[in-house]
T-cell receptor
Framework: EAGVAQSPRYKIIEKRQSVAFWCNPISGHATLYWYQQILGQGPKLLIQFQNNGVVDDSQLPKDRFSAERLKGVDSTLKIQPAKLEDSAVYLC??????????????FGPGTRLLVL | AQKVTQAQTEISVVEKEDVTLDCVYETRDTTYYLFWYKQPPSGELVFLIR??????QNEISGRYSWNFQKSTSSFNFTITASQVVDSAVYFCALRDNYGQNFVFGPGTRLSVLP
């Protein structure tokens, strides 16, 4: 079974530029998550999708961050405009079922973003 | 609000030593789930274990064991006879019964020296 795929693996941009990250979850997984992991910290949940609907986006900075999951499969996370403090690793994860009983999440390799 | 504390920022041990990573959590929920993840230098988080709040049985998987104590809100992780490949950052995490509010602790960096 293929794992969670993410691209690009690395991205360097200047502040105020825009950037987008892509995630392809494990086939058949209904729930998809985006996390932000700042260096030296644990991951922080940004947004959670169930199929193509948003379940939880309470920690997403909506003035600059947006995410979508068209057709309930792939997802894109966008930052526009980026700030220096957005430098982090952006992790995508997926889980098999709707998130009752806290199904196990499987993580992708992450996209490392550096904002200069 | 849910919170996870991992008081040990970094631990260094010599190969074959046993090591315990501490995790203390806070939640008002009666039903919740606890997790441990390993993050090796490659960066990908690897799932190790999930435990629900009604199952306080300790679990052993090879060299890994977990001690869940609801009375002290702790879910500690022990590696027996550590190996260099165990070197990684280990995260404890807490999730509510509805699959939301997934909170990670700050992580403990374990270095196993040869």
């Amino acid at each position: 079974e293929a794992g969670v795929a993410q691209s690009p693996r690395y991205k360097i941009i200047e502040k105020r530029q825009s950037v987008a990250f892509w995630c392809n979850p494990i086939s058949g997984h209904a729930t998809l998550y985006w996390y932000q992991q700042i260096l030296g910290q644990g991951p922080k949940l940004l947004i959670q999708f169930q199929n193509n609907g948003v379940v939880d986006d309470s920690q997403l900075p909506k003035d600059r961050f947006s995410a979508e999951r068209l057709k309930g499969v792939d997802s894109t996370l966008k930052i526009q405009p980026a700030k220096l403090e957005d430098s982090a690793v952006y992790l995508c994860a997926s889980s098999r079922l709707i998130p009752i009983r806290a199904e196990t999440q499987y993580f992708g390799p992450g996209t490392r973003l550096l904002v200069l | 609000a849910q919170k996870v504390t991992q008081a040990q920022t970094e631990i260094s041990v010599v190969e074959k030593e046993d090591v315990t990573l501490d995790c203390v959590y806070e939640t008002r929920d009666t039903t919740y789930y606890l997790f441990w993840y390993k993050q090796p230098p490659s960066g990908e988080l690897v799932f190790l274990i999930r435990r629900n709040s009604f199952d306080e049985q300790n679990e052993i998987s090879g060299r890994y064991s977990w001690n869940f104590q609801k009375s002290t809100s702790s879910f500690n992780f022990t590696i027996t006879a550590s190996q260099v490949v165990d070197s990684a950052v280990y995260f404890c995490a807490l999730r509510d019964n509805y699959g939301q509010n997934f909170v990670f602790g700050p992580g403990t960096r374990l270095s196993v020296l040869p």
